[in-house]
């Protein structure tokens, strides 16, 4: 989904009239190109992303850890296995929910 769109105004988008009138003729012109691409830039919502380059697996894992504290996902190491898991929803727990060794 493009940021800061929902899907209903981004159907919208694509019903808009595609059909260029002066002002998007001038900019074509002046920009090189047809004024059906200007049209068509201007009424397609465009989409936010990012790329990183690693040089290491430390790296990849500093870089995993942040996105986790920016978007506030908590977790903990669990008591009985000792590895970390995610809290998910609102359940305040200390354990993880991997089955242990020598359990079904
Ligand atoms: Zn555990």
Redesign the pocket.
């Known amino acids: 989904m493009p940021y800061g769109m929902d899907s209903e105004e981004l159907k919208a988008r694509f019903y808009l009239s595609l059909v260029p009138n002066e002002a998007h003729k001038a900019l074509a012109e002046k920009f090189g190109t047809t004024p059906e691409k200007v049209v068509a830039f201007i009424n397609m919502p465009h989409f936010i992303s990012r790329q990183y380059v690693f040089g290491s697996v430390a790296e990849i894992l500093e870089i995993e850890f942040t996105k986790m504290l920016e978007h506030n996902v908590h977790f903990r190491k669990?008591k009985?296995?000792?590895?970390y898991?995610i809290m998910k929803g609102n359940y305040d727990t200390n354990?993880?929910d991997?089955i242990?060794e020598g359990e079904t």
């Open positions: 669990c009985r296995c000792g590895k898991f354990y993880c991997r242990a």
